[in-house]
């Protein structure tokens, strides 16, 4: 199974659009990506094929508020996007924005999905988690 992997620090350029990381496009084939806002303050770049079915799960869920509030916030700052003939993608202004990304942006692969981050939030996110790997690992009973 072809994965993402890994982290890939780029710039983002002033027209909004930054490369995508070569081992990163060599997963992807022609299909649009979507983009949305993700957990945390990133943002998530999904292939087709994987926001297919997480949007089929959302469509399954029970139509309560809470759902509908997810649902809506998904679909108002989704975003279809295609990896240009130089390896990049647009970012749109107002996604940048929620996820403070104007310069660098890292891309973290999560096996099925990237997040982008603006470098120094992760950081942050990371250095300043109320648990560690181990906790969660050890709590899951994985055999790391």
Known sequence: MAA???????T???KGR????AQFRRQ????????TVGMEGCLVLYPSHRWQKLEDELLNLPRNRETRFLVRSLAHNLRAVSVDSQGRISIPAELAEKAGITGD???????????????ELYD????????????????LNLPL
């Open 12 to 14: 983002l350029d002033d």
């Open 124 to 139: 942050s996110y990371i250095n300043e988690a109320e648990y560690s790997c181990e906790e969660i690992a050890e709590g």
């Open 28 to 35: 992807l084939t022609a299909e649009d990506l979507y983009l």
């Open 18 to 21: 930054v490369s995508v990381p």
């Open 105 to 119: 942006v890292m891309f973290l692969g999560k096996f099925d999905t990237m997040e982008l981050w603006q470098p």
């Open 4 to 10: 993402f992997i890994g982290t890939h620090r780029h």
